[in-house]
């Protein structure tokens, strides 16, 4: 079954970029979601169909994909933004949702 | 406004049994595809089962013949039954609903049903 591979962290001092990546075998054919999980809370979408964010979403939130990587990237980092942090594509074959480990977003 | 609220968490012993609920507000529980996705301590995100808008469902292998997924239009609420739990069914349960359009990604969620397998 198809594997998506997250980083288990990302560490990054407040104002700087933060760039978490997904890798999956050519994932850059598939759409990619992230979601933002903050501790005790459930996941909150934060980019949708690779690039889109939802609404309500800072502008600091982007993301792209290519090839075997998909990024999301935090521009202008705040402590407010320090969380869990996971993509998701659907397998083609099955419609099902699969998710990658996560990774903890720490503001130093 | 959209909003999922679940209930029914708790403690249970294994090879009990345990329903959990997610009563939908701001949509009709017909509307959208609707999973139940679970989350172990310091493990990712896991589906558990779906209901599509058209009334099929699935669910993975690890707890095929054991979960059941339903939902009641008239109380526009999502259940999960869970028999026979093992102590490897322990987990945060939230329910989720899918955005509209193709492949589109999880738009709302709940806030989450702690539930724990255990002597």
């Known amino acids: 079954s198809y594997v998506l591979t997250q980083s288990p962290s990302v560490s990054v001092y407040p104002g700087k970029t933060a760039n978490i990546t997904c890798g999956g075998i050519?994932?850059?054919?598939?759409?990619v979601h992230w979601y933002q999980q903050k501790p005790g809370q459930a996941p909150l979408m934060v980019i949708y169909y690779d690039s889109g964010r939802p609404s309500g979403i800072p502008e600091r939130f982007s993301g792209s994909n290519s090839g075997n990587t998909a990024t999301l990237t935090i521009n202008r980092v705040e402590a407010g933004d320090e969380a869990d942090y996971h993509c998701?594509?659907?397998?083609?074959?099955?419609?099902?949702?699969?998710f990658g480990g996560g990774t903890k977003l720490t503001v130093l | 406004e959209v909003q999922l609220v679940e209930s029914g968490g708790g403690l249970v012993q294994p090879g009990g049994s345990l329903r959990l609920s997610c009563a939908a507000s701001?949509?009709?529980?017909?509307?959208?595809?609707l999973y139940w996705v679970r989350q172990t301590p310091g493990k990712g995100l896991e589906w558990v089962s779906l209901i599509l808008a058209g009334g099929r469902t699935d669910y993975p292998a690890s707890v095929k013949g054991r979960f059941t997924i339903s939902r009641d239009t008239s109380e526009n609420t999502l259940s999960l039954q869970m028999n026979n739990l093992r102590a490897e069914d322990s987990a945060v349960y939230y329910c989720a609903r899918q955005g509209l359009g193709y492949n589109y990604g999880f738009d709302s969620w709940g806030q989450g049903a702690l539930v724990t397998v255990s002597s």
């Open positions: 050519d994932i850059g054919s598939k759409s």
């Open positions: 998701q594509v659907w397998d083609t074959s099955t419609d099902h949702p699969i």
């Open positions: 701001g949509f009709p529980v017909t509307g959208n595809h």
